[in-house]
């Protein structure tokens, strides 16, 4: 059983029974013991909503949520797909408790948690390192999904988010440029011009009878404006397992490729699918050649812990002595690991040991601590937390279409279940009357703040930003709220 119909939210009620209310090595080693992003010296172990300012003029933002999220386990999935048997996915009824209380907008602003990497990449002098921290950007952007089994909400048409952030030195605004099939571009750039981070995310899913899974289909473009170099890459497909029943897991595989589109440069990382045994689970490993293909170093880690570089010839010694030195029979599969092929559920594999250092590999990259309360707000990350924070006065200066102002996921996010579930069917049903409205009246949909064209390094189609949103007018915005 396999569909390539888009997984949208339909008519979405809380229908259930159960329903109720260059930096230095030293620096960083010091960092990591400290449980510091190595790049983000403000931390605060404060647990409110509130926004301060610190004695340095910085600004602190919220470290939980309002709320704690509701728990998923009265609810199965299976009691609401075993209904639809014969349906389009599109057409699949999902309670809200499956969702996160973010939009997918706000999901792909994710990409900017780790920008000192962009930062660390406009600051190096030489190509192979610029591309190294490149290569640790693309990887650290797909790093928040680890255990985020819930579901973004899927952005209206014309909804909108932007974000500043004057102690990260970028700002950011993206736009749902199409409901079907359901395409989101995003536009970013560094508050010093020295890059441009740009995009489009059209999220092909696939149900598999167990699985989803989620094929980000789309070109992401990184410009460093100082270097005069551009960088492409796709991001890898995400499954998420045991959909119908079982404890929900999920794993990223297949190759992305780095493209350096001003010196012919390119990084081929493999994201490994688990296996049989679980052994490759979660692992990353690839190399960067230069536009002779000669390898120039290989890259290697974990897209849930770290990534690490070093030369090849390093490499291939280490794997051959590892080879060596471990050589084993394979185990044959026991009865029980054959009986949970046709299990109902598949089981996550247990997480082997950490990444295996190769002595004189270089560190490229080490994922954040999560909140120690993050297992009770969605597993978000301290980054995740304050996106969807509605600071006083910033109404007034937002886009009227900016998905701060839902209603639906505003409510979630303070606990309100309910309200949530009755606001999100009634915005889905005024985007659908509004979408007969113009059908009737051969009014086509325009965006506001990107149009359709050319990536100018790939020749691929593309959503370019139009500029202007900054100027903030935004009279003539619709209301889709």
């Known amino acids: ?27 960083h080693i010091v960092a990591e013991m400290l449980d510091l992003d190595p790049h983000q010296s403000n931390r605060t172990g404060k647990h409110n909503g509130e926004t301060e300012i610190q004695e ?21 999935v299976w009691s ?6 014969g349906l389009e996915l599109s057409k699949i009824t999902m309670p809200i408790v499956f969702n996160e209380p973010l939009s997918f907008l706000q999901r792909i602003t994710e990409y900017m948690e780790h920008i000192y990497l962009i930062n660390k990449a406009c600051s190096h002098a030489e190509p ?36 500043t952030r004057e102690d990260l030195g970028f700002r950011f605004i993206s736009e749902q440029v199409s409901h079907h099939p359901p395409i989101s571009a995003f536009y970013s750039e560094g508050l010093n011009k020295d890059f441009i ?28 404006l100082k270097h005069n170099e551009a960088y492409t890459w796709t991001n890898p497909t ?5 959909v119908i029943i079982g404890k929900l897991w999920l794993e990223q595989y297949g190759t992305v490729e780095i493209v350096n589109h001003s010196t012919g440069d390119k990084c081929v990382l493999n994201f490994k699918p688990c296996g049989l045994f679980g052994k490759e689970l979660h692992r990353v490993e690839g ?27 390093t490499y ?14 394979k185990p044959k599969p026991s009865e029980d690991v054959i009986k949970s092929e046709n299990d109902e559920a598949d089981d996550m594999p247990e997480v082997q040991d950490t990444v295996q250092f190769i002595p004189g590999s270089k560190l490229l990259w080490r994922i954040n601590c999560r909140p120690p309360n993050s297992s009770q707000m969605y597993n978000f990350t301290s980054f995740a937390v304050s996106l969807n924070e509605l600071e006083e006065g910033m109404e007034a200066t937002l886009a009227p279409t900016d998905c701060r102002l839902r209603p639906d996921i505003r409510n979630m996010e303070n606990g309100n279940m309910d309200v949530a579930s009755k606001e999100k069917e009634r915005l889905e049903e005024k985007q659908r009357a509004a979408r007969k409205e113009r059908a009737k009246d051969e009014v086509e949909w325009h965006t506001r703040w990107f149009h359709q064209g050319t990536n100018p390094y790939t020749g691929t189609s593309d959503w370019l930003y139009s500029g202007g949103y900054f100027d903030r007018n935004f009279s003539d915005c619709p209301d889709i709220y």
């Open 1 to 27: 059983m396999n569909s390539e119909e888009e997984f949208y939210d339909a008519v979405t009620g809380f229908d259930s029974d159960n329903s109720s209310g260059d930096f230095s090595e030293a620096n």
């Open 56 to 76: 340095n003029g910085i600004k602190r933002h919220r470290t939980s949520l309002p709320a704690p999220m509701f728990s998923r386990s009265d609810f199965s």
């Open 80 to 85: 609401i797909l075993k209904k639809c048997i």
């Open 128 to 163: 192979l390192e610029r591309m190294q921290a490149v290569a640790a950007f693309a990887v650290s952007a797909v790093a928040s999904q680890w255990e985020r089994t819930g579901k973004p909400f899927n952005p209206l048409l014309g909804e909108t988010y932007e974000l």
């Open 197 to 224: 981070f740009h995009g489009s995310i059209y999220p092909k899913l696939k149900f598999w009878g167990k699985s989803i899974e989620a094929e980000p289909r789309g070109t992401i473009t990184l410009e460093l």
């Open 238 to 242: 995400c499954c998420v397992h045991n």
């Open 287 to 313: 190399y960067i050649q230069d536009k002779n293909r000669k390898k120039l170093c290989v890259i290697y880690g974990k897209w849930t812990e770290c990534l690490w570089c070093t030369d090849p010839t």
């Open 316 to 329: 291939e010694t280490y794997k051959k002595n590892e080879k060596r030195g471990g050589e084993q029979k």
